[in-house]
């Protein structure tokens, strides 16, 4: 079944009849399989409950004017290279240390391991180069760190990525990426199971996000619009538990590569 109005979607999402589809519990330890069947994101009920807390504390440790002040400095400092910015700030606030001998070389590593597992994570396609970025990051980082990284990782830099295409001259970053997010939103669906029924459910979240109950003019992009209920972040029982740290990561980012030019002092 594939859902496409708001209130419907709001409606599974609150729905505990509704889960995510399970994922096969028998991967080899270190896997991308097995690091799937450990993480909050893919489990349910108690398990999915227990999960979410660890990750809830960890979040609560992080303050996201921090993480906009460095996610700003390190993309000005790689004179606008943002790839990756969002995820080497995460996993620097998250404690993964830089104790390599070259200064920045975790930072890298990590950000290349997250992005070798980052895909296969959401959709479970298992390839050894999943697996191969899983057994790095597991050298670096526990599990619950780990599911940040991952979570985190696709979403925000499509997030910039498409806010980077609406961009115009004098926009604020908040409005802009508020109306992205409504409009482009980086996870474009996500799905369910009926567990009464055995069907699966697609909640197409661009559909939802343009339903012309919910928001006037919905086709047109309108960072004026401010922040409306949206649904990228989800909803109900399982929604983002990061949506803050995602914006301030994003416009960190963006207030560099958007701030306008510095004119250099005039000579006397
Ligand atoms: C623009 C960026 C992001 C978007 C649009 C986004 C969106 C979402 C959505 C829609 C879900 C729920 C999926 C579902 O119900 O099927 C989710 C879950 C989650 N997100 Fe985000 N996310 C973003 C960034 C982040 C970041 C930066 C972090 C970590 C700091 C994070 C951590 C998580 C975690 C841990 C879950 C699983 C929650 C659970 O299992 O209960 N997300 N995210």
Redesign the pocket.
Known sequence: MLVTRHAEARAV?ADPAYV?PPVRQDGAEGTLAWLRAQ???FSTGET?AG??RV?AGL?AGLEPAGLRRAATAMTVERDGDWRGV?TAV?ASALGVEDSAPVAGAVAGAVVAAVAGAGSGYLSGEETPEADAAVARLLTLAGVPVI??LL??YA??E??IEAALRHAEPGDEPGALLCET?RHD???RA?RRLDTRTGETVTIDLVAANRDPDVFADPERFDPARGSGPHL???SGI??????G??LA??AGVLDALLAPPRTPPRPR
């Open positions: 999402l995510p993480v909050s994101r999915h999960r979410r990750l979040l969002p995460l599911t940040l979570q985190g979403a925000t499509g997030l997010l939103p980086p996870l996500t990228t972040f989800g399982r929604p983002c538990p990061a949506p740290h995602a990561l994003a």
